[in-house]
Every structure is written in structure tokens, then in C-alpha cells.
Nanobody, 123 residues
Framework: QVQLVESGGGSVQAGGSLRLSCVASGRTFSNYGMGWFRQAPGQEREFVAAINSGGSTTYADSVKGRGTISRDNAKNTVYLQMNTLKPEDTAVYFC?????????????????WGQGTRVTVSS
């Protein structure tokens, strides 16, 4: 059973930064891709960033240049560093574990999800 536990959310003013963390357990972390998605109130869940097992990354246009996804296989942890935060970044952020080694942008490729961590950015 794969379990994902996110942390690091909170309230921050526009222009600030946050680092989200997600600790995974239940399988060999290094073999699989990981992703971050977010869901704002009243909106559908959307892709933010993903990293494959080899460390290659992909980002949504909305966070490109402001977000960095990384992984520490020794700690079974994936991170999302978000800088220059904007009010439109306000959402619940979800960590997801992929079904294979790819870093997919498609939520359907992620069978395992964390409970989410809330990020609120005030102007």
C-alpha cells in the first residue's frame, strides 16, 4: 500500500515562497515518477509539476520559472519549491505517485494520492 504524506503548506503573502514536501512509503520510491497537482476552490484539479525516476522534470506553464520539483530518493521524499507566489496559486496541493517511472502530466497516470496541503497566498 503506497502512502503519501504532504507537508509545508500555509499562508503567505504574494511574492513569498513555500516548500512543499511529500514523503512516500510502501514501494521502492526511486523506481517511480512523482507529481504535484493542485485544486483551487470551485475548479478542477490541475497539473503543476512532475519528475521521473531519472530526475527529469516538467512543469505547467503557470509555474514555469517559479516552481522547482526535486526528489531525494534516500529520504523517499519529493519537494515542490514555489517562489514569487501569486494569489492565483492559492489551492490545495496534492502529491501523487505514478504507476511507472515516467513523470506524467496526466492525473490518470497517478494511482496514488496524498491528502493534500493547503496553500493560501494573500495580496
Amino acid at each position: 500500500q503506497v502512502q503519501l504524506v504532504e507537508s509545508g503548506g500555509g499562508s503567505v503573502q504574494a511574492g513569498g515562497s513555500l516548500r512543499l514536501s511529500c514523503v512516500a512509503s510502501g514501494r521502492t520510491f526511486s523506481n517511480y515518477g512523482m507529481g504535484w497537482f493542485r485544486q483551487a476552490p470551485g475548479q478542477e484539479r490541475e497539473f503543476v509539476a512532475a519528475i521521473n525516476s531519472g530526475g527529469s522534470t516538467t512543469y505547467a506553464d503557470s509555474v514555469k520559472g517559479r516552481g522547482t520539483i526535486s526528489r531525494d530518493n534516500a529520504k523517499n521524499t519529493v519537494y515542490l519549491q514555489m517562489n514569487t507566489l501569486k494569489p492565483e496559486d492559492t489551492a490545495v496541493y496534492f502529491c501523487a505517485a505514478a504507476k511507472n517511472s515516467w513523470g506524467s502530466r496526466n492525473a490518470l497516470d497517478y494511482p496514488y494520492w496524498g491528502q493534500g496541503t493547503r496553500v493560501t497566498v494573500s495580496s
